[in-house]
């Protein structure tokens, strides 16, 4: 007798700590290869049509909280901070000689909800979609420059593994597309894909 219930106690124990993975708050940091590309608009011809393009790499904090839909379902709130810049490459144009625009994002903030569907009770598989904010930096060789706040929406998936029932590996894509912010006589427009991993603590 004492054996069984010792047996339906340890059945009971493993099963509530498969239904707690992914489940409560969390904190990681994640890092990502990013491609940032910025289309231009502007009065000047020698500007109008033309974009920039760079790789780089992204570090973030973040933070996260998720909750049971159902038995297999579970929602994920998030929030990160972008912990460094990244370059978005540059341009050429003419006017009074030949002048350069250089574009570099920082100062990325994104709240995101990730439904997510539990495969097996240390794997999930999730969706994203995310409100993105970035300040786009621009050096012009021909005028001041400046800085535009640019908002914009982010559309990805990804998996989520429990690598025990206090640590997390994210594995996702995300491609975002932002704003067009004008400055001066030109209009600039990002858009970012990013691939990367975040490694997160659950408390």
Same mark, same amino acid.
């Given at each position: 007798?004492?054996?069984?219930?010792? $047996?339906?106690?340890?059945?009971?124990?493993a099963q509530g700590a498969e239904q707690s993975n992914f489940v409560g708050p969390?904190?990681?940091? $994640?890092?990502?290869?990013?491609q940032t590309k910025v289309d231009y608009e502007s009065s000047l011809s020698s500007i109008n049509g033309q974009?920039?393009?760079?790789?780089?790499?992204?570090?973030?904090?973040?933070?996260?909280?998720g909750f049971p839909l159902t038995t297999d379902w579970?929602?994920?709130?998030?929030?990160?901070y972008g912990l460094k810049?990244?370059?978005a490459g540059?341009?050429?144009y003419a006017y009074s000689g030949s002048q350069t625009v250089t574009a570099k994002v920082k100062e990325h903030v994104a709240l995101s909800f990730a439904p997510g569907y539990r495969f097996y009770s240390n794997v999930l598989l999730y969706g994203k979609l995310a409100y993105h904010q970035i300040k786009g930096e621009y050096t012009d060789t021909a005028s001041t420059g400046g800085t535009s706040s640019h908002s914009g929406t982010g559309?990805?998936?990804g998996f989520a593994f429990a690598l025990s029932p206090s640590l997390e590996l994210r594995a996702e894509y995300e491609a975002i597309t932002y704003s067009g912010e004008k400055d001066l006589l030109t209009t600039g427009k990002p858009k970012q894909s990013t691939a990367g991993l975040a490694v997160l603590y659950k408390f």
């Open positions: 007798m004492l054996l069984g219930l010792t $047996a339906i106690s340890s059945t009971v124990f969390a904190l990681g940091l $994640a890092v990502s290869a990013t974009s920039s393009q760079c790789n780089d790499s992204e570090a973030a904090l973040v933070a996260s909280y579970v929602g994920t709130v998030g929030l990160s810049s990244s370059d540059s341009i050429n559309l990805g998936f």
